[in-house]
């Protein structure tokens, strides 16, 4: 006999007299409806199944990366990300369960240009296997709105607190998604236009939440030096206790300059960061308390990552928005 989808399967059939073998036929019957129905229903739900493994599968490194990709693709795809919130990327080493990740997904986007120090090596190396799509947001940024720091010789990545950089890379996403999903162009597109439209909502709030901090306290003093894209965007000095990666601790001539200039400008917070150590900041405020200058240690910030999932900061606007409300509650 022939099913649905093509599968075929045998039936014996015996002759029975039901007036001898009453229990056995009823028997025999019951059998046969609990066959045909698990068979059925084993068919029936063979499509379904199928049609939820032939979704791509996009694997992001950081969840502000995956949250993008989410913005464009929506349920379009299956989009997964390997560092954890609260996690470092600058010196988070993947496991091999990250590697295997990545190595079974269909497209892999990464921020780029440093950030994932430890990933990247990995990323690049499999993007150039046949048949594998992988790519960063960070490449394709125009050279000229990147910040170099080093002398030249290192860029600073964290540009998606400059809000029409993370627009172009919503429009990068756009494009390579619909590279390799043509069938999904149109919306992709749509997507992307809508959600660049809540960035632009977004900087225009921003701006407005921001003019409440005095001219002589629009100073920024964080963990690491995370936040000059920031401060470049909306006009705010900023100062980062550690380099644009926090691989290493403070010396003790970092934490006195911080508190000389501190004291000298009568600044009034430093913030500390969701995926750092305080301990350094704590002895920053302490010092500056040996001056008899108080400093106020601000609510955390999230800087290379977004929040825990079903929090408030676990996507890109609400991390910007919970920034901006942090900053401007201590320092106005």
Known sequence: MRLDGGKTISIFVCTIDPKCFPMQMKSYLRFLTLFFAATLGLVGCGPAADKSEKKTRIICTTGMV???VKQVVGNDAVVNHVIPSGLDPHTYKPTPQDVSEIMSADIVVY???GLEAKLEEILDNYGKQEGHTVFSLGAALPDSALIYVENGH???PHFWFD???????TTQVEMQLSEQMPDFQ????ERARQYKDSLQDLKGWAQTQLSQIPADQRVLVTVHDAFSYFGQSFEIEVRGLLGISPELDAGVQDVSS???F????????????ESLPTRTMEAVVAGCQTYGHKVL???KLYADNVGAEGTPQDTYIGMVKHNIQTIVSALK
Not at 186 to 189: L, S
């Open 262 to 273: 501190l004291v000298e400008n009568e600044i009034r917070a430093v913030f500390v960061e």
């Open 297 to 299: 240690l601000g609510e």
């Open 154 to 156: 290192s860029v600073d």
């Open 66 to 68: 995956s949250d993008l």
């Open 163 to 169: 809000l029409e950089l993370w627009s172009l890379a």
């Open 258 to 260: 911080l508190v000389d």
């Open 186 to 189: 149109a919306v992709f597109k």
């Open 111 to 113: 921020s780029g240009i």
